[in-house]
């Protein structure tokens, strides 16, 4: 069976750009996902293509899901990774969007995949998204980095170049392969503070999709991503307020972003389990859903 599984081909897109997310280890806070995810809803796009679970996923670590057509009949879902094309008539271009979980196996089919892909449908620029945990407050702007084929992308968005060096996900793979192939490529990076990991963080989508309708040229009704993202910062507020300890750490993690310091060393670190989990008591007791 072919990894790439076609629904249609996509015809007379204009000058596109492919935008790539992937759940899991790149995507704290779901933000990145949810960032492209945004996109894909607000612009209708329709899927095209999908790949076959069977070549890229392990199903003891991203396991099938079974559920229920018509109240009788079980039905099991394969992860998939799918791909659709969003034409934008007033904008420069079209995108075609990309979102899954990040496959288990065969990362560098997976990427030659994708660079086949790009030169089948014309498209002339990758952007990855993905987010990250870092020791950063919540009640700060959601700190940026990235990287680029053209270093003058990365000073034009106004990022901070990452000179982080250590295990990658699929998301720097595939911005790898479509660098070494000639493709334009930029990977994006949002900031998640690691003490509210557990709850998604449409602040941190709302930031990472304000910067790809930067960067494409490509802008989008996000409203209810911005009521979300307020909703967001109110509730994990009042969670750090109910805990004097966790005020006490946000505080410091405060003043380090004033002065520029150091991040806290990790013996001055709350643990991350410890917090999600008294975030999440929080919710429950004040009987709201996810932040």
Known sequence: ????????????????????????????????????????????????????????????????????????????????????????????????????????????????????LVEALGVQMVVTVGALLAEIPHTRPVPMTGLASDEALVERLGLKPTSYEGPTGIVGVVHSACAQAGVPSVSLWASVPHYVAAAPNPKAALALLRKLESLVGVSVDASSLERAAVDYERQVGLAVQSDPDIQAFVDRLEQSAESEEEPLSSDELPSGDLLAREFQRFLRQRGGGEA
């Open 1 to 116: 069976m072919q990894p790439l599984t076609w629904d249609h081909r996509p015809a007379g897109l204009r000058a596109p750009a492919l935008l790539c997310a992937f759940r899991g280890w790149n995507d704290a806070g779901e933000a990145a996902t949810a960032a492209v995810s945004f996109f894909s809803s607000a612009l209708e796009g329709k899927r095209f293509a999908w790949t076959d679970a069977e070549e890229f996923f392990d199903y003891q670590a991203t396991r099938p899901r079974v559920s229920l057509t018509d109240g009788v009949t079980r039905e099991v879902q394969w992860p998939a990774v799918e791909i659709f094309e969003a034409p934008v008539p007033r904008a420069p271009r079209d995108l075609v969007l990309m979102s899954g979980p990040e496959p288990s196996l065969r990362w560098r089919s997976f990427s030659a995949q994708i660079v086949e």
